[in-house]
C-alpha cells in the first residue's frame, strides 16, 4: 500500500515585486513583498502510486507537481483542495508544488530538509513558468518581505511581524506567463522602488501604499480592480492588488465595508506537514501551526 | 493610555550545540537543533508604562526583557505568562525577550521587521548571559536547525518538515550561563559531530540519536535524565535530553508510554503577534497560526 502523508500550504498574494530572471532555476527568484494566507491547499499524496493529479476533485495537470516528483525521483497520487480561485494571484501552483514535497517527504519518513524541498519546489514553479517568488514566501508564512531573490542558501527572507485579518474578491486570472516572461524593466524598476520604500519605513500601511502605487506605475490596473481599491479607500479601508490576478485584497472588513461580497480569512504561519490526515484546512478550520 | 499588544512565542529544546561566542552578541550564536513548542510564553506589552515585568504573577526580573526594552528605546508593563518549567531548558528567557519585541512593536504600530526584531531579542538574550540559540529557533518554529549562528543576516537556518507530538517531563534546572560561558571545546566538537550527523541524514530519528549521543559526548546527562530517556527507549520510544536542562523530551507518547507523569504538546509554528489580547495559549489551546 503507498504511504500516504499531507501538507497544508497557505495561498500568498503578492503586493508587489521585481523579476530577477537567471538560466539556473535555483538562482532565479522575484524580489517583492505579499501576504501569507490561511485560505490555502491542502495536498494530500500517496507516494509511490502512479502520477496522476487532482484539484478539488478534477483529473489536473500542474506542471509544477510532476517537476517536483520529478525532482524528488518518485511517482505519487497528489490531491489537492483549496477554496482559492485559480491562476488569479494566490499562488495555488507553487503551493500545490511545495505541499507535494512536503508531504511526499513525511509519507517517505523524511530525508529532506525543508530548505531543501522549498529549494525543489521553487525550481519546480519556476521550471513551469508560473511563478517565481510565491514558494519561498509560503514556506516562511506572514507577510513575508523577499529581500534576495531565489531558494536557499541564495535568497533572503523578511517579514513585517502584523498578522492582519485580510479579506479577497477575484474577478478573474490574469497570464501570469505573459508577464514575467515579457519586459519586465519598468516594472521592476517599479518594485524596486516599493520595496525600497517598504523597507525604509516597514510597516503594514507601507506595505499597502506602496502596493498601489506599484500596480499603477508598472501598468498592471484594470479597470474593475481600480474601482474596488479606491472603493475601499472611501470607506476608510486599504486595498491593493494581488500579483498577478484581477483581485483585490484588504486588510480587516475592508471590502465588506465598501460592499463587495468578499472572503475572508487571516495571515498565516508557513507551510507545513499535518499530522493528521483527516484535517480539513481552510479559512477559519485552517489547522493549527 | 498606554497601547496594548500580546504575541506567542514556542517554548525550544535544544536536543544538541555548539558554542560561537563573539564580543559582538549580533555575531554570537550557537549551531544546533531543536524542536519549537506549543506550549510556549504569552507575552502582554503596554508600552510606554513604566517598565515592569511579571512571570506566572510574580514580579521578574528578567535581564534579557530589560534589554530588548532599551534597545528598543521604550518602556513598558510586560506580562508573560507560561505552563513550562523555568530555567529548565525549554528557552523561557528568549521567548520573553522575543515576544516583548513583538509585542512592543505591535503596540507602536510597526516600523520594525520581524528579522531586525529577532536580532534585538537575540542580542538581548546573548547579553543577559541565558542563551545563544532560541529566539532565532523560536522566531522560525518547527523543528529547527542553526545551520550558522546569530541572528540575520549572519545567522541561518534550516529544519525538519516533520511535526511530531512532543512530551516533556522536567527533574529542574541546570545553570545554561555555567556551561556556555566555561570551556565549550569539547562539548562544541559533539555539537559539530551532531549536526554533521543530521545534515547527512535528515530526519526525526537521526535528530533524536543524535542528541542523545551529544548529551554523553558532552558529558551533560545526569542520572534521572539518563534513566528517563532509557525507560522511553525501552517502551519502544524516542527520547533526549533538552538543553540546557534536567529535562527530558520524547516524541508522541512515548514519556506516558514508559510510565511517567508527562505533559504533552506539538510542534508549533513561529513566533507571532496575536490579533486578540484576550487569547490564552498553551498546549492544546495554543494560538493558531
Known sequence: ???????????????????????????????GAGAALSDGVTVRVEAGAPTAVELNGERSRIEAVGNVLDRLGTTARVVCETPLPISAGFGVSGACALGTALAVDAAEGGGWTENQLVTIAHAAEVEAGTGLGD????????????????????????????RPRVEYVSFGGLDTGSVIGGETGSL???GERALSDLREAPGVGTFMAASRQFAREADLLTDRVADAVDDVEAAGGEAAMAML??????????????????????????ARVLDDVSAVPGGADAPRD
Chains 1, 2 share one sequence.
Do not use: K, W
Open 135 to 162: 514558494v519561498v514566501a509560503q514556506a516562511r508564512g506572514g507577510l513575508p518581505i523577499r529581500v534576495e531573490p531565489g531558494p536557499p542558501p541564495r535568497g533572503r527572507l523578511d517579514g513585517l511581524p502584523a
Open 245 to 270: 490576478g484581477e483581485t483585490v485584497f484588504a486588510l480587516d472588513g475592508g471590502l465588506s465595508a465598501a460592499g463587495y461580497d468578499a472572503r475572508a480569512c487571516r495571515t498565516s504561519g508557513g
Open 1 to 31: 500500500m503507498p504511504a500516504t502523508a499531507s501538507a497544508f500550504v497557505p495561498g500568498h498574494v503578492t503586493g508587489f515585486f521585481s523579476v530577477h530572471g537567471d538560466e539556473d532555476p535555483l538562482a532565479a527568484g522575484s524580489r
Open 188 to 190: 521592476s524598476a517599479a
